[in-house]
């Protein structure tokens, strides 16, 4: 019986590699949504013409804004992967030695990396809403003021979570 469960340790134990496809697919998407945020940046910057200026500049901050939200996923895929794998797998050495790493990329168990992926998805949803409030037609007053809940929603975000890492 001994035996039978050293067996079924084991192989429970090797299951934890079962996270090196999401590692990796993490990666390649983490890599094809970089590709396309540069692309985005690309188009826009040989496809558009500057005779209507007004028109460019609004293509050209919808483009940024496309890109920075592209290369914000990019980031957080990037950092879920760094994070299970040093979770799952194991520390990733050279990042430990190296003086240039940042603390963003130290993932210690799931709170951590729970956290540093929220404030990842906080800052994808404040590219978000500035890009649909970009987009978006005021009309009525009514508008405007849901435009300045969201603004106080985004702020009192940005506060809670700074808060937090003060540790207050």
Do not use: C, H
């Not at 094809?32 to 050209?60: C, H, N, P, R, W």
Request: proline fraction near 1%; aromatic fraction near 14%; glycine fraction near 4%.
């Amino acid at each position: 019986m001994k035996r039978l469960e050293e067996i079924f340790e084991g192989i429970l134990w090797k299951s934890r590699l079962l996270v090196l496809f999401a590692v990796i697919s993490s990666i390649l998407y983490a890599l094809a949504l970089f590709m396309a945020g540069f692309y985005e940046f690309f188009v826009v910057i040989t496809k558009s013409s500057i005779k209507d200026y007004e028109i460019f500049q609004k293509k050209l901050l919808s483009s940024a804004i496309s890109s920075i939200d592209m290369f914000l996923i990019g980031t957080f895929l990037l950092i879920f992967a760094l994070g299970i794998y040093e979770i799952f797998i194991s520390k990733i050495d050279q990042a430990q030695r190296d003086e240039r790493s940042s603390k963003v990329l130290f993932i210690r168990n799931l709170e951590d990396l729970k956290e540093k992926l929220g404030r990842v998805v906080i800052m994808v949803l404040i590219v978000i809403f500035f890009k649909t409030a970009l987009n978006m037609k005021y009309s009525t007053p009514i508008d405007l003021l849901y435009l300045s809940a969201g603004a106080v929603g985004i702020s009192l975000a940005l506060f809670f979570t700074k808060k937090k890492e003060i540790g207050q």
